[in-house]
């Protein structure tokens, strides 16, 4: 079954098309960075109106690249939420339609079940069950997913995501859009412990994240320094290092909780590199296996949308004609394919 996969929650239009036989035969992505790098972070409404724009046009281009036409596509996926209203409904109703065009099904897919399969589109994939680390932009939680569908939420954070910490650190430290990656990027040229932030809610049991304080330690750290770029990058690794850590405490607590050595790690902000060696070390320490997207995977793309689509298709889930996008849609709240 060949499935095209769309994906345009927040600011990237991501297009794929996966084979259940034969894997991944193609997949585009658009990233709209540029379009809201003036405004310091997305903005919905231009959001909206670049997805408009590109998804037909990488759709024409994922089909030219997997060199197949509109014929051979058997099913359409398309995200349906969780992420922006206005973003969501260009992808489900470009998506529903062609579907309904194509007289094919179509299948609403979780924006956090598709990061959480990710790592299925890897030579390795991790067989179930294991824990999930979801690390992304709106998203921090730790889940136990027994199968497709299967998910238990053991925790999460109460405000700020990790890339939203991420994101708006970065801001406070005068870094451009998307700050993340920035961020990261400053912070390989900073003194390890030169300051060292708290590590938030790790000293009480449980498994629910903060991490709106440490942009605050963050802000109050650079207040005291001399603005120098050294200093700027010794608090950039000083606040990765408290990430981190406090990710890699509650992974740790996770696993020992449940009695499981398997981790998948995914979202956006498990393409950073700090988080990825940590991981590592600490899961072959304890004698576990852990997975990752590779990079491209880790943030928004269309092939993880086509991937779990392909997976609820196989079983014989549908969408609706009457087209839904759920902007708020709790991962825990999904059921294994029918
Ligand atoms: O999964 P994603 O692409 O979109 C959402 O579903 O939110 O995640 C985007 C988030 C942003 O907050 C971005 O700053 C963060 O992932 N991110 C990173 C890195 N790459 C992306 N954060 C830290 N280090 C990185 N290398
Ligand atoms: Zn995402």
Known sequence: MRVLGIETSCDETGIAIYDTD??????????????????????????????VRKT????????????????DIDGVAYTAGPGLIGALLVGACIGRSLAFGWNVPAVAVHHMEGHLLAPMLEEHPPEFP????????GHTQLVQVDGIGQYQLLGESVDDAAGEAFDKTAKLMGLDYPGGPRLAKLAAAGEP????????????????????????????????????????????????????????????RALEQTGLKRLVVAGGVSANLHLREQL?????????????????????????????????????????????????????????PA
């Open 22 to 51: 034969h894997g991944l035969l193609a997949h585009q992505l658009y990233s709209q960075v540029k379009l809201h790098a003036d405004y310091g972070g997305v903005v919905p409404e231009l959001a909206s109106r670049d997805h």
């Open 56 to 71: 037909l046009p990488l759709i024409e281009q994922a089909l030219q690249e997997a060199q197949l036409t509109a014929h």
């Open 130 to 137: 294991f824990i999930a680390l979801l690390v992304s932009g």
């Open 193 to 252: 412990n030169h300051y060292r932030f708290p590590r938030p809610m790790t000293d009480r049991p449980g498994l629910d994240f903060s991490f709106s304080g440490l942009k605050t330690y963050a802000a109050n750290t650079i207040a005291a320094t001399d603005g120098s770029e050294q200093q700027l990058a010794n608090v950039a690794r000083a606040f990765q290092d408290a990430v981190v850590d406090t990710l890699v405490i509650k992974c740790r």
């Open 280 to 336: 590592h070390a600490f899961m072959q320490q304890i004698s576990g296996q852990v997975f990752f997207p590779r990079p491209e995977f880790c943030t928004d793309n269309g092939a993880m949308i086509a991937y779990a689509g392909a997976q609820r298709l196989l079983a014989g889930e549908t969408a609706d004609i009457k087209i839904k996008t759920f902007p708020r849609w709790p991962l825990d709240q999904l059921n294994p």
